[in-house]
């Protein structure tokens, strides 16, 4: 017995418990490679072509909005060619036999539009450090026109001022306060209009509709009704969702007035922010 060769014990190896409190280790590349994956989603170049739904969204909000303020001024806050000949004409008046150095109503609302319009506009610049159709600045451009149109609802709510100014009348926003929320809604078209005019679609002109009658009169193919022609769809349909938006303006407009219409304006704003995220990726 004593010959007899006496063997270790087994190892046993112990394994490593399978619960809940033991998370196995990430590697430290998988959170840099989803942030690399987000960043490159947002600074993606959207096809132009293919976002139609949102640049007619544009349109749409263009007609809204003029609804509300021509109800009570009978001025415009996204054409900004009668603004400008208004201004010359006010200025014209200086030279009269009889000068008139009154600083009108209409004058003032006119230059207030058309500064805070151009201010807008130069804000749109922004989209240079990006790129003007990158989808960021597209999503984030947006939501800075809906967050302006909530400050001129904000402010039009607050001026207390009537939202209808009946024939033959004047205009009836002449408080601060409804001159800021003009200028608001302003500077929301001029942002507006800067962007959908460096997509270069046929949206283009977002924000006013000459050029775009002139176009259309003009397209060689207006009467090929029997097949596709994309530039002369696009000039329609810019056409009609203008039109639309001015009638769901003025309907909304008569039932809530305009500190609540401004505010569905706003949020309108806010659906065709997010589409942006919806858009394809330009080949």
């Known amino acids: ?94 030279l009269d036999k009889e000068p008139d150095h009154l600083y009108r109503l209409t004058d003032r609302l006119a230059l207030t539009s058309l500064l805070s319009f151009i201010l807008g506009g130069f804000v749109g610049r922004i989209g240079e450090r990006v790129g003007y159709g990158a989808r960021v600045w597209l999503v984030c451009g947006t939501l800075l026109q809906a967050l302006l149109t909530v400050g001129a609802a904000i402010a039009l709510w607050k001026s207390h001022m009537p939202w209808y100014a009946a024939p033959g009348s004047g205009p009836v926003w002449t408080t601060v306060l409804a001159f800021l ?19 270069n679609t046929q949206f283009a002109t977002s924000v006013v509709l000459t050029s775009i009658w002139c176009e259309l009169v003009s397209e060689p193919k207006l009467f090929h009704l029997r097949r596709v022609v994309v530039d002369r ?40 922010s997010g589409w942006w995220l919806l858009n394809r990726e330009e080949v």
Do not use: H
């Open 1 to 94: 017995m004593e010959d007899r060769m006496v063997l270790p014990a087994p190892v046993v190896e112990r394994r490593r418990s399978q619960s809940s409190s033991y998370r196995r280790p990430r590697s430290p590349g998988a959170d840099d490679a989803t942030i690399v994956t987000v960043k490159g989603f947002f600074l993606e170049e959207i096809d132009e072509q293919r976002a139609t739904v949102p640049l007619a969204g544009y349109c749409f909000m263009t007609g809204f909005l003029n609804a509300v303020c021509f109800s009570a001024i009978f001025a415009w806050c996204a054409s900004q060619t009668g603004n400008t000949i208004q201004l010359s004409i006010a200025i014209g008046r200086f």
């Open 181 to 199: 929320g003009y200028g608001f809604m302003s500077a929301s078209m001029g942002l507006q209009g800067v962007m959908a005019k460096r997509l």
């Open 233 to 272: 769809d696009r000039k329609i349909l810019t056409i009609l969702f203008m039109l639309l938006g001015g009638f769901s303006g003025r309907c909304v407009l008569d039932e809530v007035g305009p500190a609540i219409t401004l505010g569905i304006a706003a949020g309108l704003r806010l659906i065709i």
